[in-house]
């Protein structure tokens, strides 16, 4: 009670620019409009008449879809940095924990594309800028994860998360994955915990969120996992534990090795039954992933039904980012002529 | 106004539309609203169009970015032929590439540039480490942590018997402290790190910012090391320069590249005004060839709300446009046909005939625009209704300064108003993105206006910063003697009133002349206790006359709007009703209040009877002739009264029921026509159908037609009793301005005057500033603006609500000339 009275005199402004540029996502009609474009020109032309107004009026023609990518993410996180500049504590620690998610894809990023050889100058514009952070070019210099955590991440807000996977092996392709699921789940625990220290509506929504993230990654670890070679306990180690499923649909998940067996499990739990059941494998059918996303979706549009909390700023980013990825898939099936599929952006409103 | 088909030839409807813009006063409508913007025919040559203008812009930010100025254009240049716009395009592509290779190149140069100087400050900062390190070799060596055998320098590692590697680069400075410590970790301290900040600022290649960078040396041992310095190095984007471990060779190739330095200054200078030469050419033609293309485009635009008949081989456009300007409209067709070359067919204009409602088109000036403005707010005037600018270009500032009346601010507001007015031309351009200086520039002549007008009630009330002037001399005399004006007990003194003796009385002594002040209010008031008591008298009676009246005068409007649209029913159903209940109660009010003024003097002005309970009495139907206040004015008045109230109260059943039974009335003798014509006349089938429709559109359900009227009747009569009172916000405005002002004068001002002496000078001066601010932010713009609300909502409800409808929309002519005047967005 007493923090929704002075909710807004801290995170007033903040929330009320978040919920302003919320309400600058695309609409069905425009993504309807969208569809029907015959060109990247068109595109443009259409996303001029929304919220994205000019953002690619000062680019030459012909525009391609990687400068449009470039475009859309620079405006997200042109808006996300502004967010953090006039947010106040304990927002701005929130805002944070957002981007920690963004190290964590960059490092991995990083470290798998040393492993294939590649420049690192070429490696480094790929990274998302919300993710960066001084040390992270140095990362080549590491061989083995001790020497990783030693030499770079040791001053990063990511420190904590990385102790579990301290050893002397050498970083290879799976160990790499590990890695990025072992920092997953660290951070996700460790970001559900601060949630629930926050208290209030905010801990209500995004433990919700952040429960479904953990669950999300139980279920899609344990099914990309068939068949790499990893042990059931190896496995069960990467779960993170803040989810639904935890304990009991993570044991069960630990022990299942084939897809049918994940999809006994999710029947236990009503919500993860239906996105199971509506999913499949077939050509025209939703895969797993995009009813995942779908599902997403729907709780980070909840999270902006209620007032006063941090909900939805990680919401927004969320939905944003959605929203960027339906604009590359359009752009995408645009420019490459593959017009059948042009639906299979997943609906925010 | 008039809806007009235009027939235009393909190859003749640029060129007409292109006259047509630039005459400014046809409303094109769109025809294919279901169309995407996308799928319309002209989408290419709009596209293109935006290709140019985002040239043009990236030149202007080119130009800006040098900061050479851009001339504005004298002249308004036509729009462009089609064939021009290949020229056009041709001239920015060729702009466009050019100044593109010249960034390139330069940019080239730049970073060559930069990384020599970078190199410059490395190698001059690596001398002063080595020679440092050559005059104290034992004192570096006590720095790097004792026992490592380790030294410096090319020559010394040899004596040492290892080889000690190193590398230097330049940083920037901010990323120096984790650059370090990344070292330090990695290579398990085995490294020495040498750093010094360059004095100067560099310039960052990307983004043209400067920046402070810094050269760092880092001395090390083997070949692992090296590797793993060489890629944090790489990861931090540090610049890493070769230094030759020979001082020789490192002083060889210290002035190699001064040299190539002194070469590429020459060679940048120079391409530097190569650009400039290019933008400088641009620059002059920039803003005519962006007035170009924006008109292009608008023309594209416009094209792609025509209906394309590809049988015909035509473009159809509707249009709005007033019936005055039909002619320059032909003769605008007639020259963009020719200038296309004379097509064959010459474009049609075909006037066409609607049910539709026109736009509303007010022809104005700059004068009027402000007072058009300030009634669109409320809303824009039903297509031909009479339109209350012209009234209101009078009655507002008036009621404003009836408000506001001071001679004194007034003079003030007007200096302001008239500032803005004569340097308009000037001024115009200036802050227009300013959004509360834009307000009042708009409105400089209502503000002017408003100003003279405060002068002149001023001067009425004879208040000048709520002091009065004596210029003719004030009417009254104060012929008391000493022994009176000296009593102790006596605080208050009064005048005799009356000018002659009429009592006979031998102390009478005339001290009112008998002729009143000339102009305004006498001066004498302002000694007099009791001057707010008259001023209110005054001011209050004077709210009530021209309330009354000019809402008299809108109910007559009403009437020429009735004669206007031929509603002779509604003359006597709704005017003539209004008119009779107003004169009864509310005229007659005005006339006793004359008569007051008039019959009551010095002598028996204490027995004057009260014109509220007078009017409260005739209301009520009763006469009393008790407190001398109500008893009656003139004799007979119980009988005319109880007329009066009779007529008054008749009028409501007429308005309530006359237009609902006329209504009535009407349909049913229609639908008895109709059906008669239906039997007898086939041949007027199709105006038969006409009326239908009329009358479908018409037949509105009976209810409807007597709620709506029961609203509007309650809404007149009780509007006029409480609007009525509303205009009495015109005395109580007036008396709180002149109240603040005086308080305001007592409080601050009058210190510093009372004061004697030289405190009191230095005091008047310090206390003036003060005084004068809050003249001119509580006096002038808050009092001000309260005055200017007070009168906007006078017009708008008192008034406006008698006569205007305000359900018209807007004409907005497609024209050049307001597509131009649009403030540029920036971004």
């Known amino acids: ?349 | 106004m008039t809806l007009c088909q235009l027939f235009l030839q393909p190859d003749a409807a640029y060129a007409c539309i292109s006259e047509l813009g630039e005459l400014g006063i046809v409303q094109f409508r769109d025809l294919n609203p279901n169309v995407n913007s996308f799928q319309r025919k002209f989408v290419n040559e709009v596209r293109r169009c935006e290709e140019m203008e985002r040239k043009l812009r990236f030149l202007e930010t080119e130009i800006k970015k040098d900061e050479l100025p851009i001339y504005d254009p004298e002249d308004n240049p036509d729009a462009p032929k089609p064939r021009e716009m290949i020229d056009l395009e041709a001239t920015f592509e060729k702009l466009d590439h050019e100044l593109k290779e010249i960034n390139t190149n330069a940019d080239a140069l730049l970073r060559n540039f930069n990384e020599l100087t970078e190199l410059k400050h490395n190698l001059q900062m690596t001398q002063g480490f080595f020679d440092e390190a050559q005059a104290h070799p034992v004192g570096v060596l006590e720095d790097m942590a004792g026992e490592r055998e380790i030294e410096l320098g090319g020559q010394t590692t040899a004596t040492a018997g290892m080889k000690l590697g190193f590398i230097t680069g330049v940083i920037p400075r901010e990323r120096m402290v984790t650059f370090e410590r990344m070292l330090w970790r990695v290579c398990r301290g085995n490294v020495f790190v040498k750093q010094a900040d360059i004095p100067d600022l560099i310039e960052d290649p990307l983004t043209g910012e400067k920046v402070h960078k810094t050269v760092f040396v880092v001395f090390f041992q083997g070949e692992q090391l090296k590797n793993r310095v060489q890629k944090i190095c790489e990861g931090f984007r540090a610049n890493i320069y070769p230094c030759p471990e020979n001082p020789h060779e490192r002083r060889e190739l210290a002035m190699g590249v001064m040299t190539r330095l002194d070469d590429l200054t020459v060679v940048l200078s120079q391409t530097q005004d190569h650009r400039q030469r290019v933008l400088a050419a641009t620059s002059r033609n920039l803003r005519t060839w962006q007035i170009k293309v924006k008109k292009i485009k608008a023309i594209y635009h416009t094209m792609n709300m025509f209906n394309n008949d590809v049988a015909r081989k035509c473009f159809i456009a509707e249009c709005w446009a007033p019936v005055s300007e039909l002619d320059r409209i032909q003769l605008a067709l007639r020259k963009g046909s020719e200038a296309s070359g004379g097509g064959t067919v010459s474009s049609v204009l075909n006037r066409m005939i609607t049910r539709e409602q026109p736009p509303t088109h007010h022809k104005l000036n700059k004068f009027t625009q402000g007072f058009q403005n300030l009634v669109d707010a409320y809303g824009v005037a039903t297509y031909r209704e009479i339109n209350p600018m012209p009234f209101v270009l009078i009655t507002f500032p008036f009621l404003f300064a009836v408000m506001f009346g001071d001679a004194g601010h007034g003079l003030i507001v007007s200096v302001f108003a008239l500032w803005m007015v004569i340097k308009e031309r000037s001024l115009k351009d200036k802050w227009r993105t300013q959004e509360v200086w834009t307000i009042f520039f708009g409105g400089r002549y209502i503000i002017l206006l408003m100003g003279l007008f405060s002068i002149y009630t001023g001067l009425i009330y004879n208040d000048v910063f709520s002091k009065s002037l004596n210029i003719f001399g004030s009417s009254w005399r104060v012929k008391f003697g000493d022994e009176i004006l000296n009593r102790r007990d006596i605080d208050t003194v009064q005048l005799e009133p009356t000018p002659y003796n009429y009592s006979g009385t031998r102390e009478y002594q005339q001290m009112y002349s008998g002729t009143p002040y000339p102009f305004g209010l006498d001066p004498i008031w302002q000694v007099s206790e009791n001057k707010i008591t008259f001023t209110n008298s005054v001011k209050m009676k004077f709210a009530i006359i021209i309330g009354i009246i000019q809402m008299g005068f809108g109910v007559f409007l009403s009437l020429w709007n009735h004669l206007h649209f031929n509603h002779r029913y509604a003359i006597y159903l709704e005017f003539l009703p209004q008119i009779i209940f107003l004169a009864c109660i509310f005229f007659y009010l005005i006339i006793l209040i004359f008569y007051k003024w008039t019959h009551f003097d010095g002598l028996v002005s204490t027995q004057a009877p009260s014109l509220l309970i007078q009017l409260i009495n005739m209301i009520l139907l009763s006469y009393p002739t008790e407190p001398e206040s109500s008893r009656t004015f003139y004799s007979g008045q119980r009988g005319v009264q109880t007329a009066l109230i009779i007529f008054a109260v008749i009028c409501i059943p007429w308005m309530l029921l006359g237009k609902p039974i006329y209504r009535i009335i009407m349909n049913k003798r229609r639908a008895n026509y109709s059906t008669v014509t239906n039997h007898t006349e086939n041949a007027e089938h199709e105006i038969d159908e006409q009326t239908h429709e009329n009358e479908s559109t018409k037949k509105v359900e009976m209810s409807e037609v007597w709620v709506e009227q029961g609203i509007h009747t309650i809404e007149y009569f009780l509007g006029c009793i409480s609007h009525t009172a509303s205009y009495l916000r015109l005395w109580a405005l007036s008396l709180a301005h002149a109240q603040l002002s005086e308080v305001l004068w007592q409080m601050v001002l009058h210190i510093g005057l009372s004061t004697n002496g030289y405190a009191g000078s230095i005091l008047t001066f310090l206390v003036f500033m003060p005084w004068s601010c809050l003249t001119v932010f509580i006096l002038l713009l808050m009092e001000g603006l309260s005055a200017f609300l007070h009168a906007l909502r006078l017009h708008w409800v008192e008034f406006q609500s008698k006569f205007y409808k305000g359900e018209g929309y807007p004409f907005i002519p497609f024209s050049f000339r307001l597509l131009l005047d649009e403030v540029p967005i920036e971004g």
């Open chain 1, 1 to 349: 009670m007493k923090d929704d009275l002075f909710f807004n005199l801290d995170h007033g402004y903040a929330e009320g620019l978040c919920r302003g540029f919320k309400s600058g996502i695309l609409k069905a009609s425009d993504y309807h409009n969208l569809v029907q474009c015959e060109t990247l020109e068109d595109l443009r032309l259409h996303l001029q008449s929304t919220d994205y107004g000019n953002f690619l009026a000062n680019e030459a023609s012909p525009l391609t879809v990687n400068v449009i990518d470039d475009r859309l993410r620079e405006k997200l996180v042109q808006e996300f940095q502004h967010l953090r500049n006039v947010s106040y504590q304990p927002l701005s620690t929130f805002l944070d924990y957002i981007t920690y998610a963004y190290m964590i894809d960059n490092i991995v990023l990083l470290i798998t594309g040393t492993l294939h050889q590649r420049a690192i100058g070429d490696l480094l514009p790929r990274c998302h800028p919300l993710g960066s952070f001084e040390q992270l070019g140095a990362i080549t210099v590491a061989d083995t994860p001790a020497q990783l955590y030693t030499a770079v991440l040791v001053d990063t807000p990511l420190a904590p998360y990385f102790i579990d996977c301290i050893s002397e092996h050498d970083l290879d392709e799976l160990n790499v994955e590990i890695i990025r699921s072992t920092l997953y789940k660290a951070y996700l625990e460790d970001f559900y915990n601060f949630c629930k220290t926050l208290g209030g509506i905010t801990a209500e929504v995004m433990c919700e969120i952040l429960a479904f993230e953990a669950d999300r990654r139980a279920f899609m670890i344990t099914i990309n996992s068939f068949d790499t070679g990893l042990t059931q306990d190896e496995r069960a180690k990467l779960y993170p534990t803040c989810g639904h499923l935890n304990p009991d649909g993570l044991q069960e998940l630990r022990r299942t090795d084939s897809y049918d067996g994940v999809r006994d499990v999710a029947a236990r739990y009503p919500q993860y039954k239906v996105l199971f059941e509506g999913s499949g494998t077939n050509t025209g059918d939703k895969t797993i992933e995009d009813k995942f996303f779908e599902y997403e979706v729907k709780l980070n549009m909840n999270a902006f039904l209620r007032q006063f909390h941090f909900g939805i700023f990680y919401a927004y980013l969320k939905l944003k980012e959605q929203e960027n990825r339906n604009i590359i898939w359009i752009a995408e099936c645009i420019a490459q002529k593959h017009r059948t599929r042009i639906d299979n952006y997943i609906p925010i409103f």
